[in-house]
């Protein structure tokens, strides 16, 4: 009797699964467009983009990007400037303090990162200036770091090494592995 209720059980279930693959099958049209509506809610695309940051009632940065894609999809959301980044810091009374600016850039909100790639370059009042290839602005803790090569010009000295982090006003900075310091004239110093 056993063996015959089990017969039966696998009978009903094998007659059952070609009716549920008809009965459920869908236009890959339909499939299609829902999918394309779903990612259209994942991201949101905006040109020339104007950003001003503040906090604790002062504003203390201005972002521009000429195109900005935000992408909620990803693991973490992120915004990327994929057409390049400027921002200029402000102090208190609204004077530039510095700026930095790179080809690429990726804002991870969740973690108040911004990710600088290609061509980074700050510049400070002091008339100091830094060049790199990626750099990370946490916006939490108000400093730039990177882990790769750097060229820092100032008004007597060029300074090459790898590792690097900064105040947001570049006026205090640390270079973790130097490579060589060269003394220059002002007169001396390549434009960039």
Not at 148 to 174: A, L
Request: net charge positive.
């Amino acid at each position: 009797m056993r063996v015959r209720s089990v017969i039966y059980h696998w009978w009903m279930v094998l007659w059952t699964i070609p009716f549920f693959a008809v009965s459920c099958s869908n236009d890959p049209k339909d499939i299609k467009a829902i999918a394309d509506r779903f990612d259209a809610m994942k991201s949101n695309k905006v040109d020339g983009v104007r950003l001003i940051w503040s906090s604790e009632g002062r504003t203390r940065a201005e972002l521009k990007a000429p195109m900005m894609v935000q992408n909620n999809g990803a693991k973490p959301p992120y915004v990327e400037m994929a057409k390049g980044v400027f921002v200029q810091f402000y102090d208190d009374s609204l004077k530039p303090e510095s700026s930095v600016s790179a080809r690429y850039g990726r804002y991870f909100e969740t973690e108040n990162n911004v990710l600088l790639k290609d061509s980074v370059v700050i510049h400070s009042k002091k008339g100091e200036s830094l060049m790199t290839e990626e750099l990370v602005w946490n916006d939490k803790q108000r400093k730039f770091l990177t882990e790769k090569f750097v060229k820092i010009t100032t008004p007597t000295q060029i300074i090459y090494g790898y590792g690097m982090e900064s105040n947001e006003d570049f006026t205090n900075y640390r270079i973790k592995n130097v490579k060589g310091v060269i003394q220059v004239k002002k007169e001396e110093i390549p434009a960039n």
